[in-house]
């Protein structure tokens, strides 16, 4: 089984920024690819950043050139570095891992930008 866990979230003023983690354990399989994911109320879930096993990334158009994924392969853990924070970031964000056989999500945490 894998767990997943996010943290960093929190409650930012527009423009600011904010870090959010992903550590994720149990038994993982390779390769695999992680993502992260933003759910804002009455929207469906949407990606926001993905990075594969190689760490190639893509983002959203929303996001592009504000936010960026990295990740720790030694300590199976993916980041996702928010700057220039809009209003319309609010959501709560998830983590997944998708390996060849099973996707995995975190629990969610919740990023509030205030204007």
């Known amino acids: 089984q894998v767990h997943l866990q996010e943290s960093g979230g929190g409650l930012v003023q527009a423009g600011g920024s904010l870090s959010l983690s992903c550590a994720a354990s149990?038994?993982?399989?390779?390769?695999?690819?992680m993502d992260w994911y933003r759910q804002a109320p009455g929207k469906e879930r949407e990606m926001v950043a993905s990075?594969?096993?190689?760490?190639?990334?893509n983002y959203v158009a929303a996001v592009e050139g504000r936010f960026t994924i990295s990740r720790d392969y030694a300590q199976n853990t993916m980041y996702l570095q928010m700057n220039s924070l809009k209003p319309e970031d609010t959501a709560v964000y998830y983590c997944?891992?998708?390996?060849?056989?099973?996707?995995?999500w975190g629990q969610g945490t919740q990023v509030t930008v205030s204007s």
């Open positions: 997944a891992l998708i390996t060849l056989n099973a996707v995995y």
């Open positions: 149990g038994t993982i399989s390779s390769p695999n690819n």
């Open positions: 990075i594969t096993h190689d760490g190639r990334a």
